[in-house]
């Protein structure tokens, strides 16, 4: 079992930038290829970033591409998204995910454990 819990989401104005953190707890964070997707309301959870295990390999969904980057601290079992240039279309709850597989995977379907997630608001 992997446990997830994320932090640093909060309110932050058109342009402004927030990190997002994700603490994991349980088994070796090294194995597990992660994610951070988002919900809107009334709308489907998306993908928004992934980094895979091992080599850190790096996936951004297009309109988050030069704004948002991932990044990973095995030491300290932590996933961030540093989310610059932010847009109110930014606004939803930011969930990180794990898998073990090597390939970063858009599919929420393919991550097997999920965190709560944090509240990004993002004020025009």
């Known amino acids: 079992q992997v446990q997830l819990v994320e932090s640093g989401g909060g309110l932050v104005q058109a342009g402004g930038s927030l990190r997002l953190s994700c603490v994991a707890s349980?088994?070796?964070?090294?194995?597990?290829?992660m994610g951070w997707f988002r919900q809107a309301p009334g709308k489907e959870r998306e993908f928004v970033a992934g980094?895979?295990?091992?080599?850190?390999?790096?996936y951004y969904v297009d309109f988050v591409k030069g704004r948002f980057t991932i990044s990973r601290d095995n030491a300290k079992n932590t996933v961030y998204l540093q989310m610059n240039s932010v847009k109110p279309e930014d606004t939803a709850v930011y969930s990180c995910?794990?898998?073990?597989?090597?390939?970063?995977?858009?599919?929420?379907?393919?991550?097997?454990?999920w965190g709560r997630g944090t509240q990004v608001t993002v004020s025009s």
């Open positions: 980094i895979s295990r091992g080599d850190g390999y790096t």
């Open positions: 995910a794990a898998h073990m597989a090597w390939l970063v995977s858009t599919s929420t379907h393919d991550y097997d454990y």
């Open positions: 349980g088994r070796t964070f090294s194995s597990y290829t």
